[in-house]
């Protein structure tokens, strides 16, 4: 049951969103939600709404091969398909990990069979850099990694990874094709600034006429597909170019530590200067937390430090984020958009669980009074935003509660997933699960993105699922579209390299001269397949000075991290070691990809450290 409770934090929010609409009063109720009582589910309901989840998903991968098939998405209304993100049949590759995760490994298997035979990505179309990287990179680089793991099964022959060699000179299996595809996007991040152009064709390039203007999300938010194809292959240039655009936005940031939504890549400046924590900005800060987690280094935990307690200080009213001028910190927009869902799981993942959970019960509570999340809810009004009325399908909130339930063990956010999976369920038409037009009446859209399958679908069952057979929580890191990428990804590649040699990670936490646990026989299998034998990736010169300067509390900041937002605790990040670590966010000894002395050297790097 979901109560609506207003705490002093919620009236005191009411009253700056008032005054920034003048005499204007907020209507009543705010949105606090307080989880009053959570009914505690056995075993066997929980495998029912895991089981209810898959049942979802099947039905939307079904009508989506059968009425859509190889085009891109799926229109479920007209029982067709539409070519709308680049003609390569992406809602296949988009979705293969899901197929892996819930053991369906029949028809995972074709799908990986399929596309090395028929996939290319030599056509002349014009795609989003960012789209094509976190939905089609990203999913052939975690089928690659799920289909190489022999110890899952998922395939009936061993992954040989010669399949897709075009001339003998190339990398096999789906990593021919994950190799393929950025480089025919990394002409976008030839310029001055290093931020890349949003859109590029995969046959001539960027456009001559393409705009100059670009999102932070879509800029900053390259590094963990970028990254781990250069940990694959060997071949820097790919996670340098993302770190490069990455790095670029954030020396742009305001005196504040805040960055705007969208920038001039050519000039720098700031065309769209509303600075917050979803739409046009929300994966930045996933991205650089997620990075420093599975690529190492101190710069990206520093970035997220202080755009994180920047956030806090400045864009949270009561358990709602807003938007604020990056400059003056003006509120600009008092709204709550669908994408904000992702940050009280981000919240759980750093340890902040009191902050998390707040901004959770006020999520939900939204969600149950609408029945879906709009793309747009504003605070002051207390109603759906004019022109963003829809709900696309989106997994944000879904992400949050899985998060939740796995940081806190409450049945809470069980009871709430149910109350998701209900919603779903009552979008499911002959053809497929349509999105909302307008949530208020229910309006259905032609239109079955993607991410359906590939996040909302995935994090339901995640949620559900007691047995992690295949996902085994700890090991692994979701990116922004929920691809599953293995957090000893570089410990596996690096074995394999030195031949049983030296332990341990490049790029981050502490070398490895013989440390670490011994792999089993199975992950040794697992990790001759990932890869071909790599050179190390040659490290950046702030890299190679920190390394030198490894145990020098006054070495200088790889990143600028000064700005001027007060300090707050990191809680999670630099405490000591704690239910965080056996909960398995940040991984074990064995399994994660940076330790504790790594993420106390990052915060004392930044200037602004706790």
Known sequence: AVAFAPDAADRRAAQLLAQFHGARAMRLPILAAVLTTASALSRSERRGLRDEAAALFTHGFDSYMEHAFPADTLKPLSCAGADDWGSMSLTLLDTMDTLALMGN???????????????????DQTVSVFETNIRALGGLLSAHVLAADASLGLLSRPYDLLD???????????????????????????????????????VSGVDPSETPLTCTAAAGSLLLEFGALSRLTGE????????????????????RDLLGAHVNLRTGAWTQADAGVGRGIDSFYEYMLKAHMLLGGDEYLAVFHDAYHAALKQLKHGSWYVDVHMSTGQVTWPLFNSL???????????????????????????????????????LASMGIQPGQKGYPLRPEHVESLFYAHRATKQDAWLDAGKDVLR?????????????????????????????????????????????????????????????????????RIERRRAHGGADGYRGGGEAAAGGGAELSEEEAEAAAQLGPDIEPIAASPAAEEEAEEADDDDAAPPVDAGGGAAPARLAGVCSVKSVKHSIGFFGSDRFGANTQRDAERALRSSELGA
């Open 164 to 202: 897709g060699y075009v001339d003998g000179d190339g990398f096999g299996g789906l990593l021919a094709l994950a190799v393929d595809l950025p480089d025919r996007l990394l002409p976008a991040f030839d310029t001055l600034s290093g931020i890349p152009f949003g859109s590029i064709n995969l």
């Open 105 to 123: 490994a029949t028809e995972f298997e074709r799908a990986v069979d399929w596309c090395l035979e028929h996939c290319s990505f030599d056509t």
């Open 423 to 491: 919603a779903l369920q009552s979008l499911r038409v002959p053809c497929g699960v349509a999105a909302l037009s307008d949530v208020s009446n229910r309006t259905m859209e032609d239109n079955m993105e993607s991410f359906f399958l590939s996040e909302t679908t995935k994090y339901l069952w995640l949620l559900f699922d007691d047995d992690d057979a295949v996902y085994r929580h700890g090991e692994y890191l979701f990116t922004t579209e929920a691809h599953p990428l293995p957090l000893d990804l570089l410990r």
């Open 236 to 255: 820097p240039k790919y996670e340098e170019a993302a770190r490069k655009a990455a790095l670029a936005l954030w020396q742009r940031r305001s005196s």
């Open 340 to 378: 904000q869902g992702f940050w009280p799981g981000l919240q759980m993942m750093i340890g902040e669980f009191e902050l998390g959970i707040d901004t959770l019960r006020a999520h939900h509570a939204l969600w149950k009074r609408l029945g879906f999340h709009p793309e747009g809810f504003n």
